[in-house]
Nanobody
């Protein structure tokens, strides 16, 4: 069955870095665009970053541009999110998701498969 398993979350100080990973199985990973969303307590899930099947195209939310970088390794069926210069407002559960499309959609409804999430907590 389809599985997306996130890892790499944790508790850090403002200004620190974290690298999230999402290991995929049960579908043809290289045919899917992948993304990272996040959900803070009491807020809706929001788009953070996406990458197309080959890694040649990426998209970012304004609030992460210049700080976060999404990448993928199709040989390892894994997508990554490198997060630098973390801020307390980045505190959230981070989810990876997969969409059967050639684009890099920010619309949550485009994504068919979701992981369980990994907690990121940034203290000031």
């Amino acid at each position: 069955q389809v599985q997306l398993v996130e890892s790499g979350g944790g508790s850090v100080q403002a200004g620190d870095s974290l690298r999230l990973s999402c290991a995929a199985s049960g579908f043809t990973f290289s045919s899917y665009s992948m993304s990272w969303f996040r959900q803070a307590p009491g807020k809706e899930r929001e788009f953070a970053a996406a990458i197309n099947w080959s890694g040649s195209n990426t998209g970012y939310a304004d609030f992460v541009k210049g700080r976060f970088t999404i990448s993928r390794d199709n040989a390892k069926n894994t997508v990554y999110l490198q997060m630098n210069s973390l801020k307390p407002e980045d505190t959230a559960v981070y989810y990876c998701a997969a969409a059967r499309t050639r684009w890099v959609p920010a619309d949550i409804n485009e994504y068919a498969y979701w992981g369980q999430g990994t907690q990121v907590t940034v203290s000031s």
